[in-house]
């Protein structure tokens, strides 16, 4: 145990410099994906919801397919699949879109619990005093959607977050491929994929504790209003 | 076009056992350490024991599964400790399921009105028959979909043990790609077979939630 620690202080100063470089990728990452997700889990709500038979069939059919298939199969498509008919991306540009189609099913979801959350009469009442309906939605419906799933929503960025390391399996330069570029360096893999456990850790730790605590203060102000 | 596809599925088939052996290894782990890491976090009275195990999910829940699964099949493996590649990914999965489990079975205990046990313990139970007869088999009914739920993104989540080389449907492919070059297609072949996997788990997921009415 005092050995396994030593390592750390023999070989901190190297790693720490370049797995907190990789860890900045891993949060761009996530962001971006995040954006994504978010981008299409919108307009995928706002589908659920339309009269229009098509616009609610494509996304069902959209949450299934990609509820359905894991993220690293859409990123080898991504990556190595579409060169094969042309397209080429960067392994950056490849796994932000590759981790906004995945989760943009997960965001669909939450948005849609968000919105069914809402009271019809707030709808009927913004239409009553004149607002179109895209209106009601953009000022009515949707600001309280959003505040009622922002905890969910936080648990999904940080499950995203988490599953971002896949996208070293497609070269992005993030955290875990810089812990397995450590590891065939130095030869220490148990020291190093600790380390990069903690690096996660402390990132999404301090996240999942805040969202809990939107959670329970968002549950709090409900049961008073009832 | 079709012999090149029947010739792709045949192919990847040959790792859907891998697949699902880890699918159902990793579930028996993480239902029965779920449930009983969720019980004792419900129910004992010692904070040590409490603290112990909130450390535990807290770590599982935050720590990417492809970093635990390089911790335990590279990093245990240099220090002499040597799991199979399979071993390893269902015993990580299986850690990390644990986890995620306890908090979906705590929840479970949580939602049953304290009348329940006050009612057992009146007619003159014991706390462990409480738990066993009353309790538990309303907490786990309420536990139901969001463990359906868990075993879907399981079964997508063993792709990930391609990473430490088990020969499931996602390592076949990549070897694949390097012998025919047809990666578009061998990829949307994989992608189709977990889809096709993964619906009757929808399926039967829909059929319990609707057969024990969610959200009473």
Partial sequence: MIEFLEVYVKYGSQWFPRMADAALVSASLAFAGFIVA???????????????????????????????????????LLYFGLPGIGVTMSAFTASAVGLGLSF????????????????????????????????????????????????????TFIVLLKDSSLCALITVNELMLEGRALATEYFLPLNIFVAIGVFYFLIAWPLSLLARTMDARIRAKQTRTL | MLDKIQHILIALLGGISVTISVT?????????????????????????????IDVYVELFRNIPALA?????????????????????????????????????FRAGFSALHSGQREAAIAIGMTPYQTIRLILAPQAIRI?????????????????????IAAPEIMFFARTLVTSTFETTLIYICAAGIYLLLSLPLFRAIQSIEKRFGVGR
């Fill in chain 2, 24 to 52: 159902l290894g990793a579930l028996i782990i993480a239902v029965l350490l779920g449930l009983l890491l969720g019980v004792v976090r419900s129910f004992t009275k010692w904070k040590l024991l409490r603290f112990t």
């Fill in chain 2, 68 to 104: 635990i699964l390089f911790i335990i099949y590279f990093g245990l493996g240099s220090v002499g400790l040597r799991l199979g590649s399979v071993t390893a990914a269902i015993l990580g999965l299986g850690l990390i399921g644990g986890a995620v489990l306890c908090d979906v």
């Fill in chain 1, 38 to 76: 978010f981008a299409i889990g919108l307009m995928l709500s706002i589908f659920q919801r339309s009269p229009l038979r098509l616009l609610r069939f494509v996304a069902t059919i959209y949450v299934v397919v990609f509820r359905g298939i894991p993220l690293l199969a859409i990123l080898f």
């Fill in chain 2, 143 to 163: 536990a139901l979909p969001p463990l359906g739920n868990y075993a879907i993104q399981l079964l997508k989540d063993t792709s990930i043990a391609s990473a």
């Fill in chain 1, 104 to 155: 943009g099913a997960q965001m669909a979801e939450v948005f849609r619990a968000g919105l069914e959350a809402i009271h019809r009469g707030q709808r009927e009442a913004a239409i009553a005093v004149g607002m179109t309906p895209l209106q009601a939605f953009r000022f009515v419906t949707l600001p309280q959607a959003v505040r009622i799933i922002s905890p969910s929503m936080l648990v």
